[in-house]
């Protein structure tokens, strides 16, 4: 669609690598499964925010995030399109997690379901794959249970002001990737 994508855990996974102070601040947060807190997610979200149109990704991820970007784009002039939610179920979730595989050098995502067509290398560019330390299981469960606490009421927000676009996301890549087209069109 020609969008920035906006990945607010790859912004934060960049951000720790860098041995700065807040790089280790932030570092912290990801390796216990804990939420950043907002003033530096949403400094770096507003940064990044492009009138020619965005996705975000992973953000909102609580309801003090979702009413600062819906400050941050009334000061632009600007407004959400859609509010897509992928609905997973539990154990497909940390099935997908606990197998993912990601490239450390352009990011792009496998597992079980969608291996890379070689072992430990990505299709794309040829980097190597690694496990990401948040995705070790026990970690996945907490993430889970604090993903469902804080983003209930985002959920909410979003379907009283009729953005919200609940998606299937179980199945295949190409399954879901069509039913997210659907909802947006
Ligand atoms: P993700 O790549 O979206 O799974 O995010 C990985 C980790 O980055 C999360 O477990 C959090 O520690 C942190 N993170 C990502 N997005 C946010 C956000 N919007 N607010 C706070 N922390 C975040």
Redesign the pocket.
């Known amino acids: 669609m020609g969008l920035a994508h906006i990945?607010?855990?790859?912004l934060?996974r960049e951000e720790a690598a860098k041995k700065t102070t807040l790089g280790e601040r932030v570092g912290g947060?990801?390796e216990k499964?804990?939420?950043?807190p907002d003033e530096i997610?949403n400094g770096m979200v507003r940064e990044r925010i492009q009138e020619e149109g965005f996705i975000l990704?992973?953000?909102?991820?609580n309801l003090s995030?979702a009413e600062a970007l819906t400050q941050m784009l009334k000061t632009l002039g600007l407004s959400l399109d859609a509010a897509v939610l992928l609905e997973v179920d539990e154990e497909t979730v940390v099935d997908r997690l606990s197998s993912r595989l990601v490239c450390s050098r352009c990011e792009a995502v496998y597992n079980l379901l969608s291996p890379p067509q070689r072992d430990g290398l990505c299709d794309r560019c040829g980097g190597p794959l690694h496990q990401r330390d948040?995705d070790r299981p026990e970690l996945v469960r907490k993430?889970l249970r604090d993903y469902r606490a804080e983003m209930a009421p985002v959920i909410d927000y979003y379907r009283a002001r009729g953005l919200l676009r609940p998606v299937d996301g179980e199945g295949s890549e190409e399954e879901v990737y069509r039913r997210i087209m659907e909802a947006l069109s």
């Open positions: 990945s607010t855990g790859e934060l947060y990801l499964g804990e939420l950043v997610v990704d992973g953000y909102p991820r995030q948040d993430r």
